[in-house]
Nanobody, 112 residues
Framework: VHLVESGGGLVQPGGSLTLSCVAS????????MSWYRQAPGNEREWVAS????????NYVDSVKGRFTISRDNAKNTVYLRMNSLKPEDTAVYYC??????WGQGTQVTVSS
């Protein structure tokens, strides 16, 4: 099983990034998927989830209206589009499957 995140980087406040997570080794199309993040000194925090079909999504209040989770089951990929980024969004972002698999994380830094 592999979950490989990409798309992180350094962005100015107000900017945008799109994270991707490519999955392999399990039946991605049947798995609910989530994004989590962990800032230095903080516990890992749930950010967003999407159902296996992509019809249902949920977000932590702090990102509602700014982040969008989506998926492409044909590409075994889940995305996190992040708009209007704030310094407090700085963290390592992790992809997670409902089976309990984790990626290695991708760093997002929001700073001027």
């Amino acid at each position: 099983v592999h979950l490989v995140e990409s798309g992180g980087g350094l962005v100015q406040p107000g900017g945008s990034l799109t994270l991707s997570c490519v999955a392999s080794g399990f039946t991605f199309s049947r798995s609910h998927m989530s994004w989590y993040r962990q800032a230095p000194g903080n516990e890992r925090e749930w950010v967003a989830s999407i159902s296996s079909s992509g019809v249902s999504t949920n977000y932590v209040d702090s990102v509602k209206g700014r982040f969008t989770i989506s998926r492409d089951n044909a590409k075994n990929t889940v995305y996190l589009r992040m708009n209007s980024l704030k310094p407090e969004d700085t963290a390592v972002y992790y992809c997670n499957s409902m089976e309990g698999y984790w990626g290695q994380g991708t760093q997002v830094t929001v700073s001027s």
